[in-house]
């Protein structure tokens, strides 16, 4: 069984950088692909961006879009967040999530991992 396992997450100063690394554990995976999202304080879960696991096509949300960038490494099972420019408004918790069965949906989760920007 897949298990999804973040990390990277911390606290930086506003227009610093983080990446975040998503490893899928357990076995290889082979799904369709992955994502990131992020919910911060009282607020509800906000998609950051996907990956297809096959082609490396990616999808970036426009909040965003010219400062983050997903990537992956097949051959690690690892999917990666590289966080640039970063804003006091990116604090939150990141989850990663896979697409196993279905690209539309989201049906294995990582436990999330804090990132913190300062002002």
């Known amino acids: 069984q897949v298990q999804l396992v973040e990390s990277g997450g911390g606290l930086v100063q506003a227009g610093g950088s983080l990446r975040l690394s998503c490893a899928a554990s357990?076995?290889?995976?082979?799904?369709?692909?992955m994502g990131w999202f992020r919910q911060a304080p009282g607020k509800e879960r906000e998609f950051v961006g996907r990956?297809?696991?096959?082609?490396?096509?990616?999808y970036h949300e426009d909040s965003v879009k010219g400062r983050f960038t997903i990537s992956r490494d097949n051959a690690k099972n690892t999917m990666y967040l590289q966080m640039n420019s970063l804003k006091p408004e990116d604090t939150a918790v990141y989850y990663c999530?896979?697409?196993?069965?279905?690209?539309?949906?989201?049906?294995?989760w990582g436990q999330g991992t804090q990132v913190t920007v300062s002002s």
């Open positions: 999530a896979a697409n196993q069965k279905s690209p539309y949906e989201y049906d294995l």
């Open positions: 357990g076995r290889t995976f082979s799904g369709y692909g």
């Open positions: 990956i297809s696991w096959i082609s490396g096509s990616t």
